[in-house]
C-alpha cells in the first residue's frame, strides 16, 4: 500500500486537471461578483458605506463567508469574497494584495462587503469603511493551524500539496514555531486597526460563549436586518458549537474541536513558554490570556 507522502505526489500531479476542468470553471460560476470587479466594473449600486471583515485562518472564516453571503441576501450590499475566487482560480493572492492598480480600482468605499479576509491588507482610505475584526488566540490558532494543514484542508490550491508534505514531516511543536513569525506579524499588523474610528473587534471566544449577542452585535455595527427565522438559523445550525463540553475531537474535519485553551493540550511547556514570550505585547493588546 502505498504510503501517505507517495499519495500525496499522486494527488499533486492529478491537480492540474482538476483544477482546470473543476475548480476554475466553478470559480466563475460562484464567484461572479467577484470576477466582474475584477474586470473594473462597479456592480452595486447601493450608496452604504462598505464594510471589511478580517480575521484570520481558523476562526470561523468559513462561516463567515456564509454569513456575509447571507448579508448580501438581505441588503443592496454585493458580498466581495476575493480569497475563495483566488484560492480556485489559483491566482497568487501574496502579489495581488500588495499591486496598487487592484486596490484602488477593486476596494470602493460605498456599496460593498468585503470579506472574509484572512490577512492585512492595506486598503486605500480604510478609515471611511465600517471595519469588523475577528481573532482567535493565536497559540490555538497555530494549533488548529497545523491538523488543518496535515489532516483535513481541502487540496484546492497547489501550494497546499507542499504544505502537507512540510506538515506531516514535522511535530506540533516544530510547525507551530516554523509558522509564528507569520503570525506575528499578522496580528501585530492588523492592531492597526484597532485606531479605526468605525470598527468592531470581537473575539473568538466571545462568539462562542455567546452567540446570540455576537450576532446582534454585528448587526447592529453593519446595520444589516435578518427576521427571526433567520437569526435563529444561523443560531442553531451555524453557532451551535458554543458548548465545549459536548466536543468530541477530529482530525479529519475541517472544523476540528473549536476548544478555546486546547494549545495547552497539544503544545510542550517549553513550546508555550516560547509562545508566551514572542506573542506577549500582542496576547495583551487583545485581551488574551496568559493561564
Do not use: W
Request: charged content about 25%.
Amino acid at each position: 500500500m502505498p504510503n501517505r507522502s507517495s499519495l500525496i505526489d499522486l494527488q499533486s500531479m492529478l491537480f492540474p486537471l482538476y483544477s482546470n476542468c473543476i475548480l476554475k470553471p466553478y470559480a466563475d460560476y460562484k464567484f461572479s461578483n467577484e470576477k466582474e470587479l475584477f474586470k473594473g466594473k462597479n456592480i452595486s449600486k447601493s450608496n452604504r458605506q462598505s464594510i471589511c471583515l478580517f480575521t484570520t485562518h481558523k476562526c470561523a472564516s468559513t462561516f463567515f463567508a456564509r454569513l456575509l453571503k447571507l448579508f448580501e441576501n438581505v441588503s443592496d450590499y454585493k458580498n466581495i469574497n476575493f480569497e475563495g475566487y483566488m484560492y480556485l482560480k489559483q491566482l497568487n493572492k501574496k502579489e495581488i494584495f500588495v499591486d496598487e492598480a487592484f486596490l484602488n480600482d477593486c476596494f470602493k468605499t460605498k456599496g460593498y462587503i468585503y470579506g472574509p479576509l484572512r490577512t492585512y491588507i492595506e486598503i486605500p482610505d480604510i478609515e471611511e469603511y465600517k471595519v469588523v475584526l475577528i481573532l482567535r488566540d493565536p497559540r490555538d490558532v497555530m494549533v488548529s493551524h497545523y491538523f488543518s494543514m496535515a489532516y483535513s484542508h481541502k487540496m484546492i490550491n497547489k501550494d497546499f500539496f507542499k504544505l502537507r508534505k512540510n506538515a506531516l514531516s514535522k511535530t506540533i511543536d516544530e510547525l507551530v514555531f516554523e509558522i509564528s513569525d507569520y503570525y506575528y506579524e499578522t496580528y501585530k499588523n492588523y492592531s492597526t486597526l484597532l485606531n479605526n474610528k468605525n470598527m468592531m473587534f470581537v473575539s473568538y471566544d466571545h462568539i462562542i460563549s455567546s452567540p446570540a449577542q455576537f450576532l446582534n452585535k454585528i448587526l447592529d455595527f453593519t446595520c444589516i436586518d435578518l427576521n427571526e427565522d433567520q437569526k435563529n438559523n444561523i443560531l442553531m445550525n451555524e453557532l451551535n458549537y458554543s458548548s465545549q463540553k459536548s466536543m468530541t475531537e477530529k482530525f479529519n474535519h475541517h472544523r476540528r474541536s473549536g476548544k478555546s485553551g486546547d494549545y495547552k493540550n497539544k503544545l510542550k511547556p517549553e513550546t508555550i513558554d516560547l509562545l508566551n514570550q514572542k506573542f506577549e505585547e500582542i496576547i495583551k493588546v487583545y485581551g488574551f490570556t496568559f493561564d
